[in-house]
């Protein structure tokens, strides 16, 4: 008689950095929606609150990294899964939000090269490069990586990350991370890596508080705002890319944070694991629909202040991220789940419970097993 196969374990903070990841990719979008004064990524503020989200775009690396775990042995089925779940979803939202454009074009009566640069700026100038990079990316590692030893492939990966760092002085190609083909390729190792050994990383990681963390994120950020600073000093039009040589232990410090972190950070009505994907597609339609409101009504005023726009750019994120979730949520009630990437007909998952310190044995007598197994309270470990 065959066991039945086993569900892959949910991870705590996996939902954490998701949640985390994805809100602060549709604030820093936002600024697109309050004005293009605030989204002048040249001028001081902008730039510097913007560099400090950017470790957003390495933890959704480090993420999907960790939840392929040990997938080259499977690298037909896995990569053909990935193209299922993203690709058709993406080319479906891209199809859709290129529309106004497209027929723009039509009835201007341009050409074939019109359409094609059209096609080229929807995926690589917008929030739609993802995608296309990240199976680039799995495509790269399994079919052509996965023959060179790991420590090899590792070290390659990481030296050819940190050339695009070094490519923001010295300006051999062009250093918008959005065509970066080899620039994140090496958080997918790295969170592949993490999740081969996480028996031995979790040891490590469960021992280390969550305020111990902290000072660390600090320091690397402040590293991040002073290369940012140094890189407008020398009229660098890019001084937030997120491959910036500070950018890299900035990103990694937060992510460490995420998953040592006590507490939950999801909020409830917000399912981390199956409407993510669908946030992040969705979020330029809120934004926009944001955008042409506030412009009718002479939104955010002029005279606010570097704090008072940087505020309602933060505000216009997060109305932007709620719209979003509301519309991932109508789509898949709908019955449009697989336009967000929910392919499941199942109930939602499990809640994550937030990584904390196991709680002492107390002397009482332990309760009748219900036939239920229980999860562990917390730590970085994993809950069926």
Request: glycine share 10%; aromatic share 14%; proline share 8%.
């Amino acid at each position: 008689m065959g066991t039945a196969p086993t569900a892959p374990p949910i991870f705590a903070f996996v939902d954490r950095i998701r949640f985390v990841a994805i809100a602060l990719i549709v604030v820093g979008h936002a600024g697109l929606a309050v004005g293009a004064e605030l989204n002048d990524l040249t001028a001081d503020a902008p730039s510097l609150f913007y560099s400090l989200l950017k470790f957003d775009i390495i933890a959704m690396y480090l993420v999907s990294g960790f939840l392929m775990g040990d997938a080259v042995g499977r690298s037909r089925s896995y990569l053909l899964g990935r193209v299922r779940r993203t690709a058709l979803p993406w080319l479906a939202w891209v199809g859709m939000v290129s529309l106004p454009g497209a027929g723009a074009l039509l009835l201007s009566g341009a050409g074939v090269p019109a359409y094609l640069g059209l096609l080229g700026t929807m995926t690589f100038q917008t929030s739609y490069w993802f995608i296309p990079n990240y199976l680039f990316g799995l495509a790269f590692m399994f079919l052509v990586l996965r023959w060179l030893p790991p420590g090899v492939t590792g070290l390659i990966l990481g030296l050819s990350s940190l050339v695009y760092g070094v490519n923001l002085y010295t300006e051999w190609f062009t250093s918008q991370h959005t065509v970066a083909w080899f620039g994140f390729m090496f958080y997918l190792w790295l969170g592949a890596w993490a999740r081969r050994h996480w028996p031995e990383v979790q040891a490590r990681l469960s021992r280390v508080p969550w305020f111990h963390v902290l000072p660390v994120v600090v320091l690397t950020g402040l590293g991040v705002a002073a290369e940012t600073a140094y890189l407008q000093g020398r009229g660098s039009l890019d001084a937030a890319n997120a491959l910036k040589l500070s950018n890299h232990l900035y990103s990694v410090a937060w992510c460490v944070l995420l998953v040592v972190c006590p507490w939950r950070l999801v909020p409830a009505f917000i399912d981390s694991r199956r409407e993510s994907f669908g946030i992040y597609l969705a979020h330029i339609v809120p934004l926009t629909v944001l955008g042409l409101a506030f412009r009718a009504l002479g939104w955010p005023a002029p005279d606010l202040g570097p704090w008072g726009q940087l505020a309602a750019w933060f505000a216009t994120g997060a109305a932007g991220y709620l719209l979003s979730a509301l519309l991932v949520k109508g789509l898949v009630r709908a019955g449009f789940g697989w336009v967000v990437g929910d392919l499941s007909d199942g109930p939602p998952a499990p809640r994550s419970r937030a990584f904390s310190r196991p709680r002492p044995t107390s002397a009482a007598p332990p309760r009748p097993s219900s036939g239920r197994r229980r999860s562990p309270r917390g730590g970085v470990g994993r809950h069926p």
